[in-house]
């Protein structure tokens, strides 16, 4: 692969959701729907978000089947509510910041439907990195190994070359499993601490 010889690596690739974006599903979406969590668990479709985030179905076959008694609901209006509650996790932009000013190449590597554009329209996400592996794009999800082996051939790296960050343990083991190196995203803090005792470098033009 030598093309990985001709680029600055580690690559980093970076969950979205509860990584770098809040996930309103399970802050705001519940109460949208006058549920708890639980109720909403037990009402809604159990496949039919998975769907839709692989991009199997449309948003208007998903409000057709989100329910599984397949009652209407205000579609616009959780489209609206996700919106409102994306927002970048605290102090996340300036490690994007940093990485991007080191000069790292950065993509996402996240489970979402086709409302990630959502996310880029109102938090512009593509200033630190590239959308290049989305669920809905590649009709796989994490932690199916065959989506981490389609990362591994479009970046044409060796898995040593990667580092992936998650909130998700499973998903992090998962990139474990095919060589990839792995951080269990918790906080901001441990975060730049595991890639700073990796190797990375984080610092920016106000450290010097």
């Known amino acids: 692969m030598s093309f990985s010889n001709q680029r600055k690596v580690p690559i980093i690739l970076f969950d979205v959701m509860d990584t770098l974006v809040r996930d309103p599903f399970y802050h705001d ?17 159990p496949t039919a978000w998975i769907e839709f985030e692989k991009g199997f179905i449309n948003e208007v076959e998903l409000a057709s089947k989100f329910f599984k008694d397949g009652r209407d609901f205000d579609l616009q209006g ?20 940093a ?22 329209d109102k938090l512009k996400l593509s200033k630190y990195l590239s959308w290049t592996f989305c669920s809905c794009i590649n ?13 591994l051939s479009h970046l044409e790296v060796d898995p040593v070359n990667c580092i992936f960050v998650d909130d998700r343990q499973k998903n992090v083991e998962a990139a474990i499993e095919v060589g990839i190196r792995g951080v269990h995203f918790k906080n901001v803090n441990l975060l730049r601490e595991e890639l700073s005792l990796m190797g990375i470098d984080i610092t920016t033009d106000e450290d010097q």
């Open 29 to 45: 979406v519940p109460s949208f729907f006058g549920m708890s969590m639980t109720e909403l668990i037990h009402c809604k479709h």
């Open 78 to 97: 959780l489209k609206t509510c996700m919106t409102n509650g994306y927002s970048y996790i605290q102090d996340i932009e300036g490690l994007l910041l």
């Open 99 to 120: 990485l991007k000013q080191n000069n790292y190449e950065m993509h996402a590597f996240t489970n979402y439907p086709i409302w990630y554009h959502l996310i880029e």
């Open 139 to 151: 009709g796989k999800r994490k932690p199916d190994t065959e989506f981490y082996m389609e990362v």
